[in-house]
């Protein structure tokens, strides 16, 4: 079985502040990451996605990927309390296939 | 565009019952996606589809899950007989082969 794994939290942040959350994975053979934000009740909603090793910016996101060291990480810049959400990492398994991390609960405080 | 379309939004039935949600994928996605999520195990895949076609069920729990997929723009999941440890909520996906999954609102499902 292959592993996606992530701190569950809660990561407590204050508002302005970088918020950093990160992700490891088993198989080194992954090719394709995302990140997925999911409010409390809501479905996953795609916020980054990521293929190549480095940075990847999109406003206040920036996914960064370590292949070497089978590490992805999201950074969240001048966080807003509307991104307290739980933040899911996933890694292409088999075909076409999702592997999800269990998520880090994250909450920006005002 | 209507994303992924799912049914019932919430379900509520008696151990034993049969259960079947509903999907509609986004149009011209040929890929179809069923997740369960609970607070224990998380986001877990069930089933997918390609080309309407069943690809990996490894993840269907038992013989009481199936999934069908008759055509491009419907696939249903089944649950039967179900049991109070199918309490979960239920997603659909869609996607275009390796790009992008779009989830639909999801399947609050309590089976009592």
């Known amino acids: 079985q292959k592993e996606v794994e992530q701190n569950s939290g809660p990561l407590s942040v204050p508002e302005g502040a970088i918020a950093s959350l990160n992700c490891t994975y088993s198989?080194?053979?992954?090719?394709?990451f995302f990140w997925y934000r999911q409010y409390s009740g809501k479905s996953p909603e795609l916020i980054m996605s990521i293929y190549s090793n480095g940075d990847k910016e999109d406003g206040r996101f920036t996914a960064q990927l370590n292949k070497a060291s089978q590490y992805v990480s999201l950074l969240i810049r001048d966080s807003q309390p509307s991104d307290s959400a739980t933040y899911l990492c996933?890694?292409?398994?088999?075909?076409?296939?999702?592997?999800f991390g269990k998520g880090t609960s994250l909450l920006v405080t005002p | 565009d209507a994303g992924v379309i799912q049914s019932p939004r919430h379900e509520v039935t008696e151990m034993g019952q049969e259960v079947t949600l509903r999907c509609k994928p986004i149009?011209?996605?040929?890929?179809l996606f069923w997740y369960r999520q609970t607070m224990m195990r998380g986001l877990e895949l069930l089933i997918y589809?390609?080309?309407?076609?069943?690809?990996?069920d490894s993840g269907m729990p038992e013989d009481r899950f199936s999934a069908k997929m008759p055509n491009a723009s419907f696939s249903t999941l089944k649950i039967q007989p179900s049991e109070p440890r199918d309490s979960a909520v239920y997603f659909c996906a869609s996607g275009r082969e390796a790009d992008t999954q779009y989830f639909g609102p999801g399947t609050r499902l309590t089976v009592l």
């Open positions: 996933a890694v292409n398994g088999p075909g076409y296939a999702l592997n």
């Open positions: 589809f390609n080309n309407n076609v069943p690809i990996d």
């Open positions: 198989d080194r053979g992954s090719q394709s």
């Open positions: 149009s011209g996605h040929n890929s």
